[in-house]
């Protein structure tokens, strides 16, 4: 049989009828009908196309029935039945047709009738108001079934058809919605939970645990230095040492606990329950040492690290928000502390932390309000006898903590980027300063402002620095900038933007001498003016005989390399004489002038008695 066949069932006790019904609906027979139609009434009737039909008869309603349960079982459906009304001795049409619809709803019937039968309206009242039943009166014409077969058979078809449409879009609304879900809930890059599905996860741990009276902690991960990756290998690289770690995080732990990806580098883990620190601290010390296998990204084999922090619930917090942030405080301290580690939050740490937020609302405002402001500590040449720079040091007039120094801010306005609109002031303020002396007629001093890391990396940090000079209209070469080894070995940009800045007629100290890991050897490759050994070393002269033996070697090395040399923080004047005698260029430091305001350098500039007597307080 072929699948686009339709299936048709004649149930009539009169066994005549069943091959009446055969001759006039089998294809073949239709034509010779139509020719016997036409022969008789003289004209052509109009042709109808019957489809190919599948007939089977029953004589009995039972039979009929049995036969509908059977194709659909086969999944051969019938799509009409003709169905006598009277088939004694067994059940009427009626009887029939109840059972026929209680196994196939669908099935179209035909109810073949005498005129001294049941009314349509009987019948409908007995079988109930249905779509799929249509009487067809006895002594029956072969066109009127021709046409029913025809039409209740398309009818059947297209039902099943948009059944069958309808069914494959709900499967595929289901299967997008499916699809949807997932990804609204799942981080895509490592398939694990997103931040939206853990926050879900940790409202449900909550109720399990207040439930049961129980603990469980939250771990919140931060890879370190992630973004070195990200900037030294692409983006790609980063997103394969992601998947590594999500692999090497997920072996190393427990069937019930969970983890998920909640920012860029930044995992959450649910470990419940947890009975007490000690197995926590040994869950965390399993996951460190996981993570702290060797990598290969891009041919560099490299070691990752993370930085832990927990809060446990009830005690650090008993909502979602409060665990997270506290977790996210405790990562934090553990970042402080160099990283790969743990720490697990307590209340000084959120202490500590609020305090910092609200110096950092301050410091917003401060830039705002004007309360920064600019002190000057002049740099003394010993060969040439006079003042050749002045290094200017920001300071903040806080509203209610007084005076701050940098070391109270800087660090801070580094961590949140404000460094950027900090610095910019500092060098435009400066850069005004000087050239406000040079018009005032004051002897020519250059002017040394500290850049930190974060500032230098700036793309246009080298376009933003000449706009400051063109702006100010000071002469390129009556400014200093001050940057640390740090900078200068952590960013591949660093000699290029030097140079330029050097080509600009900028003079470049490296600040701070001695406190970082570069060589004097590294440094050969790298074009800079000056060298200031930093204060820890002076502080040390007549105290630390290495430490003078360095500062020899530093001095002799720093001329070897064509630069000049400034010792910071002399504040004694054996110090004075130690440097002296070891030939170094010049002094800043207490001894000379502690940093001053711009009034008291003014003055200073103007009368070198002036500054004799600032020396002098300075020894009283
Ligand atoms: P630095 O660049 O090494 O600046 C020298 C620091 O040593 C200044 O501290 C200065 O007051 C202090 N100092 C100078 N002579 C002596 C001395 O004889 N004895 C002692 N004990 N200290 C002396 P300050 O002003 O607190 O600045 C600290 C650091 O903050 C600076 O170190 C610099 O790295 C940074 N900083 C200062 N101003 C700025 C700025 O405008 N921007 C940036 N980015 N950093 C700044
Ligand atoms: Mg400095
Ligand atoms: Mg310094």
Known sequence: MSDHSLRLLIIDDNLQIHSDFIKILATKNADKLELLEESLFGEKTKKIELPQFIIDTAAQGQEGVKYIAQAKQDKKPYALAFVDIRMPPGWDGIETIKHIWEIDPDIQIVICSAYSDYSWEETAEHLGQNENLLILRKPFDH??????????????????????????????????????????????????????????????????????????????????????????FGHGAGDSVLKSVTTSLSKALRENDMLGRIGGDEFVGIFSPVTDKKIIKKITVSLLKAINVPLKVKNHEIIISTSIGIAVFPGDGNNTDELLRNADMAMYRAKELGGNQFQFYTSELAKTCFGRLELETDLHRAINENELFLVYQPQYDLAKNQFVSVEALVRWEHPKKGTLLPIDFIPLAEETGLINT??????????????????MGLPKVRVAVNITSKQFKQPDVVACIKKIIDDTGLAPNYLELELTENIILNHIEAPKKISELRKMGIYIALDDFGTGYSSLNYLRNIPLDRLKIDQSFIQNISHNRDDEIIIQAIITMAHGLNLEVVAEGVETQSQLDFLKSK??????GFYFSKPLSSHDFETLLQSPEAFASIKDEKDD
């Open 422 to 439: 900090i610095g910019t002031w500092v060098l435009e303020t400066a850069c005004k300063q000087n050239k406000y002396w040079q018009e």
């Open 583 to 588: 030939k170094c260029g010049e002094i800043q």
């Open 143 to 232: 066109v009127s079934v021709r046409q029913l077969a025809c039409a209740l058979t398309k009818k059947w078809q297209l039902m099943q058809e948009s059944r069958s449409y309808t069914k494959n879009l709900e499967a595929r609304v289901q299967e997008r919605t499916k699809k949807i879900e997932y990804q609204a809930t799942h981080d895509l890059l490592t398939g694990l939970p997103n931040r939206a599905m853990m926050i879900d996860r940790i409202k449900k741990e909550i109720n399990i645990a207040q439930r049961e009276k129980s603990e469980f902690a939250i771990f919140f991960f931060d890879l370190d230095r992630f973004k070195l990756i990200n900037d030294s």
